[in-house]
């Protein structure tokens, strides 16, 4: 059974920093590409940062970092300098060759 489990939302304070984690189990974790995605409400979900097997680490807009630890089965989203309009549900995702999997969204709420 596959399961990827998110964890390290909340509520946060603008310019603030958070982590995000995603831990799988039931994959062979290092050989698919890690994402993660977010849903603001009333607007769709979007992606966030894609890493792929090749990678350990990278940015995105020069204020998230996302990274992956296949050692641990986990991917990790960096968060710093939160805004207002980075509230949402974030979930993460696991693309494989033609199969894709989703761990349940976690909230994170960024507000003074």
């Known amino acids: 059974q596959v399961q990827l489990v998110v964890s390290g939302g909340g509520l946060v304070q603008p310019g603030g920093s958070l982590r995000l984690s995603c831990t799988a189990s039931?994959?062979?974790?290092?050989?698919?590409?890690l994402g993660w995605y977010r849903q603001a409400p009333g607007k769709q979900r979007e992606l966030v940062a894609r890493?792929?097997?090749?990678n350990s680490r990278g940015s995105v807009q020069g204020r998230f970092t996302i990274s992956r630890d296949n050692a641990k089965n986990t991917v990790y989203l960096q968060k710093n300098s939160l805004k207002d309009e980075d509230t949402a549900v974030y979930y993460c995702?696991?693309?494989?060759?033609?199969?894709?999997?989703w761990g349940q969204g976690t909230q994170v709420t960024v507000s003074s």
């Open positions: 995702n696991a693309e494989g060759v033609g199969i894709s999997y």
């Open positions: 039931g994959i062979r974790f290092s050989m698919y590409t």
């Open positions: 890493i792929n097997r090749f």
